[in-house]
């Protein structure tokens, strides 16, 4: 049974930073690319950054040079260091299991999400 299990979420005032982290259990994690999404209230969910099973990442416009996507295969884990935080950040942030067809593509794979709440 596949699980993605997100964590690192929480409230952090503007200017600030976080790192989420997601685990991933059940499949080969090392051969699937891995996304992260967030979504907003009243808003579709976003791909905010996405990594390759060789490290090649891409990243959402509105984020590039503040996140940073990672992945550890030894930890089956995936990260997305979070700097310089803007109110319009806050959003639930979801971990995806995906695959390449010239862009990143997501599974069904989702993990639950964890809350960024960015405010002074």
């Known amino acids: 049974q596949v699980q993605v299990v997100e964590s690192g979420g929480g409230l952090v005032q503007p200017g600030g930073s976080l790192r989420l982290s997601c685990t991933v259990s059940?499949?080969?994690?090392?051969?699937?690319?891995m996304g992260w999404y967030y979504q907003a209230p009243g808003k579709q969910r976003e791909l905010v950054a996405s990594?390759?099973?060789?490290?090649?990442?891409n990243y959402l416009d509105s984020v590039k040079d503040r996140f940073t996507i990672s992945r550890d295969n030894a930890k089956n884990t995936v990260y997305l260091q979070m700097n310089s935080l803007k109110p319009e950040d806050t959003a639930v942030y979801y971990c995806?299991?995906?695959?390449?067809?010239?862009?990143?593509?997501?599974?069904?794979?989702w993990g639950r999400g964890t809350q960024v709440t960015v405010s002074s």
């Open positions: 995806n299991i995906g695959w390449f067809d010239g862009s990143y593509q997501p599974t069904n794979y």
């Open positions: 059940g499949t080969a994690f090392s051969v699937s690319p």
């Open positions: 990594i390759t099973t060789d490290g090649s990442t």
